[in-house]
């Protein structure tokens, strides 16, 4: 079955750097478009950044923009989240989630948690 | 961009049904018809229960239906289950880049 395994959280401190991976089984990874998304405490959803099935293009929010970069091994069926300059605000749990038809993320991973504190 | 309005929690008897609304504007909701819908149980992995406004991906019950009217999505979830409790969140594509989603608040669903 599908299964997608968020690792790499943790704690961190402000102006520090963290690299996310997304572990995917069960699908052909390389034929999804791939998404991260977050999730601050106690607050909604928050789109992060999408990357295209061969990694030649890449989008992000306004929010992290500059600051995170998102790739992509296909031959290792993994995703991956690079956070530098980490400040406060980036504090959450982060999914990783397939594009799925009508713009829909059709499977997520379970999330892994970022705590960005001094 | 700005999250999509939903109430912060809804709730309803055992096979009653209830319905959870998603605000946006004319250029999100009301302008696509990409609305998603997905049920989260704390801890675990979120799950797509609707897109494209109103289609059910394979395995997702008939209770789960969706809706839009103008700038407004919709979710009803009939013959509610003790396992209908948890978290539910709205998307929908907003136009701005390439696959960029806004999402709603989300509601917290109680089965009473």
């Known amino acids: 079955q599908v299964q997608l395994a968020e690792s790499g959280g943790g704690v961190v401190q402000p102006g520090r750097s963290l690299r996310l991976s997304c572990a995917a089984s069960?699908?052909?990874?390389?034929?999804?478009?791939m998404h991260w998304v977050r999730q601050a405490p106690g607050k909604g959803l928050e789109w992060v950044a999408v990357i295209w099935f061969d990694g030649s293009n890449k989008n992000y929010a306004d929010s992290v923009k500059g600051r995170f970069s998102v790739s992509r091994d296909n031959s290792r069926n993994t995703l991956y989240l690079q956070m530098d300059s980490l400040r406060a605000d980036d504090t959450a749990v982060y999914y990783c989630a397939t594009l799925g038809a009508g713009h829909s993320f059709s499977w997520w991973g379970q999330g892994t948690l970022v705590t960005v504190s001094s | 961009q700005s999250a999509l309005t939903q109430p912060p929690s809804a709730s309803g008897s055992a096979g009653q049904s209830v319905t959870i609304s998603c605000t946006g504007t004319s250029s999100d909701i009301g302008g696509y018809n990409f609305v998603s819908w997905y049920q989260h149980h704390p801890g675990k992995a979120p799950k797509l229960l609707i897109y494209e406004v109103f289609k059910r991906p394979s395995g997702v019950p008939d209770r789960f239906s969706g809706s839009k009217s103008g700038n407004t999505a919709s979710l009803t979830v009939s013959g509610l289950q003790a396992e209908d409790e948890a978290d539910y969140f709205c998307s929908s594509y907003a136009g701005i880049n390439d696959f960029e989603n806004v999402f709603g608040t989300g509601t917290k669903v109680t089965v009473l």
């Open positions: 069960g699908f052909t990874f390389s034929s999804y478009v």
